[in-house]
């Protein structure tokens, strides 16, 4: 019975399908939908106030509101760009820590007779720029999105490109795990390599996971 009441009512339907339909950080969108529910509330307390049937309210209270495919993209852009916005912040965050990598890398080892520790520290070293300039392409992006988006519109392509930088940043960090974990293997002084090798490793996880998370939000935003 209670099953078949919510499956009956307009507005948890309606609530439902935009909720289905929309992708982005959870925490927003969960704000998002609860407006969204709050809004619908009090349209159908408004109706049943002036003496309409309550279900009558709801079908009107959704009529007045506009369709899932009427509200969606512009719930999705707000929701595309905060999710860039996160991306941006984990690789702008998560970023130093494979500079860390490069320093850790840099100083350990220095006089190893082993080629295959020199190669990956040198690896690392490079992956740890691509890094650096993925935090740097980051911090434009929060200012963009941020500060700068109460004068300027937010470029189309934005998120996109925020999550391509991520994706980049997080491939840079698998690769820099794998080498350091190299390096560890052979190297003398280990300990600190298999600091680096985690501090990559738990970096890589963060970013990838986010870029993942951007580029559907940038490829449902295109379509």
């Known amino acids: 019975m209670n099953a078949a009441g919510r499956q009956a009512d307009p507005v948890e339907d309606y609530v439902t399908a935009l909720t289905a339909a ?3 950080p959870a925490r927003i969108k969960a704000r998002m939908i609860e407006e969204i529910r709050g809004g619908l509330a009090d349209t159908v307390a408004a109706y ?10 709801a079908h009107l209270a959704v009529e007045e509101f ?7 993209p512009g719930c999705q852009r707000e929701l595309t760009v905060a999710q860039a916005r996160h991306t ?9 820590f494979l500079v860390a990598c490069w320093y850790l890398a840099r100083t350990t080892g220095q006089d190893q007779p082993w080629d295959l520790p020199r190669v990956a520290q040198l690896l690392a ?7 650096g300039a993925a935090a740097l392409l980051a911090a434009a992006a929060l200012a963009v999105t941020g500060t700068l988006a109460r004068r300027l519109p937010v470029p189309h392509r934005l998120p996109l490109a925020v999550a391509w930088t991520g994706t980049t940043a997080s491939v840079a ?9 190299t390096a560890c293997v052979l190297a003398a002084n280990w300990p600190l390599l298999a600091l680096a090798g985690a501090l990559a ?3 890589h996880a963060v970013v990838a996971a986010s870029a993942r998370a951007c580029r559907r939000c940038a490829r449902l935003r295109t379509a």
């Open 173 to 181: 960090m698998a690769v820099a795990t794998l080498a350091l974990a």
């Open 22 to 24: 929309l992708h982005g």
């Open 201 to 203: 490793a738990l970096s």
């Open 48 to 57: 049943t106030h002036a003496g309409t049937a309550h279900p009558r309210a």
């Open 125 to 131: 070293v490079h992956l740890a720029g691509v890094a």
């Open 88 to 96: 941006a912040r984990a690789v702008a965050l998560t970023a130093p």
């Open 66 to 72: 506009g369709t899932v495919d009427e509200i969606a």
